[in-house]
């Protein structure tokens, strides 16, 4: 390199071929193959114009099979509470002021009148499953609610479905291993288990309704899984 700066035709040469930054024999001068360019990607439409369209889990799934129907439960906002220490007192009373129910015993869950449902999660944790509200009074449930619980939204986090007719305690046999004879899983009964390897909070509505719950990650392969079940048992 140092013996091309020293030849004033290797001189003139590299000044042909080097950015228009470097200065070289006193003289700037631009490649013959450059050109301005730029990479700012171009759009036939202002971005704001563009607006974002919320999506269950399921995309709305609804399925009549010959002895039971399955649906999604979209709108619904789901809230895990946490009781602090030495706050009952106090979750009792903002749950009854907030929902009209008092916590549920483990093992079980309260509906309210609303059409919400309170179901017992684990020691000290309850999940509130909100049916849909106008403008607002969600975000006011919750806001309520944080002054005796710690409150997570993980409505986002997971998947609901409804499944109702003489046939669904037959189809979730199969893929449950719970016992749910009357005896051992009566109406309003809640329980965290697994269907299909796959992990799922179950609970009893009515004589033949039943909550799923599972994990958005996992919502379709979830429902496939159901789906079969209700095919072999139908």
Not at 100 to 113: A, F, I
Not at 143 to 159: E, G, I, L, P, R
Not at 169 to 192: Q, S, W
């Amino acid at each position: 390199m140092s013996g091309l700066a020293s030849s004033p035709a290797a001189t003139s040469g590299w000044g042909r071929s080097c950015a228009p930054t470097i200065r070289c024999a006193g003289a700037t001068r631009w490649s013959r193959s450059s050109r301005r360019t730029t990479s700012t990607p171009k759009e036939c439409a202002n971005v704001a114009e563009f607006a974002l369209t919320p999506r269950s889990p399921l995309d709305g799934y609804r399925r009549d099979f010959a002895t039971a129907r399955l649906a999604e439960r979209t709108g619904f906002s789901l809230l895990s509470l946490a009781i602090p220490r030495g706050g009952e007192a106090l979750a009792r009373s903002t749950l009854e002021t907030v929902c009209g129910c008092t916590p549920p015993p483990p093992g079980q869950s309260v509906p309210t009148g609303a059409g919400d449902r309170i179901i017992w999660s684990a020691p000290d944790q309850l999940f509130a499953v909100l049916a849909p509200r106008g403008d607002g009074e969600t975000a006011r449930a919750m806001t309520a609610m944080k002054a005796a619980f710690y409150v997570t939204d993980q409505s986002d986090n997971w998947a609901m479905l409804g499944l109702a007719g003489r046939g669904a305690r037959a189809a979730l046999e199969r893929i449950c291993p719970l016992d749910l004879h009357d005896t051992r899983f009566p109406v309003n009964a809640a329980a965290r288990t697994v269907m299909h390897h796959m992990g799922a909070f179950l609970v009893r509505e009515g004589e033949e309704d039943w909550l799923l719950m599972s994990a958005a990650s996992m919502a379709h392969s979830f429902l496939h899984a159901v789906e079969l079940s209700l095919l072999w048992t139908s």
